[in-house]
């Protein structure tokens, strides 16, 4: 503890090691925040679309997914209904990350079963947060 009784901020290293699934059809986003998840000390594994990222979740049993919206073929509102519905993720926190960050936007994501919404792109206290709070 500090003097002042309060306890010192988390680091990298107090972050509790996690199986954590980025999907975006963008491959610069996804490596980027690929990048920053293992730099912080997290075992990422990357999909490109919502089809890779069905099989990755079933194979791999992320503890946390990252979840792009606006993919071609299975969107992100496919995937996190899919996932939903199958045995095993249904404590999985899954986070929409978007351009998208209107009210009716995070309304929408919530009621898919999101449990949170990122707007692009993520900033390294966003990202620190979502990773305190799951």
Not at 19 to 24: A, E, G, S, T
Not at 73 to 98: H, M, S, W, Y
Request: proline fraction near 5%.
């Amino acid at each position: 503890m500090s003097s002042n009784g309060a306890m010192p901020p988390l680091t990298y290293g107090a972050v509790r090691r996690r199986r954590i699934l980025v999907v975006d059809d963008h491959l610069d986003a996804a490596e980027s925040l690929a990048a920053l998840l293992r730099h912080m000390g997290h075992d990422v594994q990357v999909a490109r679309d919502g089809r890779a990222a069905l099989e990755a979740a079933r194979l791999n049993n992320p503890q946390l997914v990252l979840l792009d919206l606006g993919m071609p073929g299975v969107d992100g509102f496919g995937v996190v209904k899919r996932l939903r519905r199958e045995n095993g993720f249904d404590k999985v926190p899954f986070v929409a990350v978007t351009g998208a960050g209107l009210p009716d936007d995070v309304r929408r994501t919530r009621e898919a079963g999101f449990d949170a919404h990122l707007v692009k792109p993520v900033t390294l206290d966003t990202l620190r947060q979502v990773l305190e709070r799951f």
